[in-house]
């Protein structure tokens, strides 16, 4: 089975600051990806970035982007440029890769990001 | 435009009644799923539906029934709900297949309350 554990429940960062948010997996699998989500206070479940494992490049989207160490099992996101709306929690997300499926998210406990003035 | 749509997004109920909750996509995705959401816990899965007629159980499906009769709809039904089913739930969906990227497309949540 496989665990995803973000370490950090809360963290707050200064607009236009940089922040990274942490989250490590374990598996055992070597085909899959990993995920970033947003939960900003409307509830809705946004996705942020998505990582292939058997890519080496680090995956970005604008101001968003991963530090993926697979022989580490990390995958961090940062944040650059911290805007107000970034606000929100945070979830860390993986998903084993299989010929012809598609399978479960395992999600960590997610990380609440508040961006300050 | 793409969505997943969930109803209703509200529900308030007391302990023993049935109720369903719906689920719609029209992405024309083959696997659907159902989550719910718990403080501290993250995302959890109940159950997912790799296509038509086909469903499987997630990592906590007790007290839960679900139904694949048609591609686009995936409903939730607790037929004797308990307060320890009080939770934000959330459906998704994805395409299937080597090709594709599996990202999952989550609709809006729906807030049940078992009193």
């Known amino acids: 089975a496989q665990t995803v554990t973000q370490s950090q429940p809360e963290m707050s960062v200064q607009e236009a600051e940089t922040v990274t948010l942490s989250c490590t997996y374990d598996t055992s699998e070597n085909n899959y990806y990993l995920f970033w989500y947003k939960q900003p206070p409307s509830r809705q479940m946004i996705l942020v970035i998505r990582?292939?494992?058997?890519?080496?490049q680090n995956a970005t989207e604008n101001r968003f982007s991963v530090n993926f160490q697979k022989a580490a099992k990390s995958f961090s996101l940062k944040i650059s440029d911290s805007q107000l709306g970034d606000t929100a929690m945070y979830f860390c997300?993986?998903?084993?890769?299989?010929?012809?499926?598609?399978?479960?998210?395992?999600f960590g406990t997610g990380t609440r990001l508040q961006v300050t003035l | 435009e793409a969505q997943v749509t969930q109803n209703p997004r509200y529900l308030i109920t007391v302990t023993g009644k049935k109720l369903t909750v719906t689920c719609s996509q029209n992405m024309n995705h083959e696997y659907m799923s159902w989550y719910r959401q718990d403080p501290g816990l993250g995302l959890r899965q109940i159950y997912y539906?790799?296509?038509?007629?086909?469903?499987d159980k997630g990592d906590v499906p007790e007290g839960y029934k679900v139904s694949r009769k048609e591609k686009r709809n995936f409903p939730l039904i607790l037929e004797s709900p308990s307060p320890n089913q009080t939770s934000l739930y959330f459906c998704?969906?994805?395409?299937?297949?080597?090709?594709?990227?599996?990202?999952?497309?989550f609709g809006p949540g729906t807030r049940l309350t078992v009193l």
């Open positions: 998704a969906s994805s395409l299937v297949g080597l090709a594709v990227t599996d990202t999952q497309y």
């Open positions: 539906s790799m296509n038509v007629e086909v469903t």
């Open positions: 997300a993986f998903m084993k890769r299989g010929s012809g499926t598609a399978s479960k998210l395992t």
């Open positions: 990582q292939e494992a058997y890519k080496q």
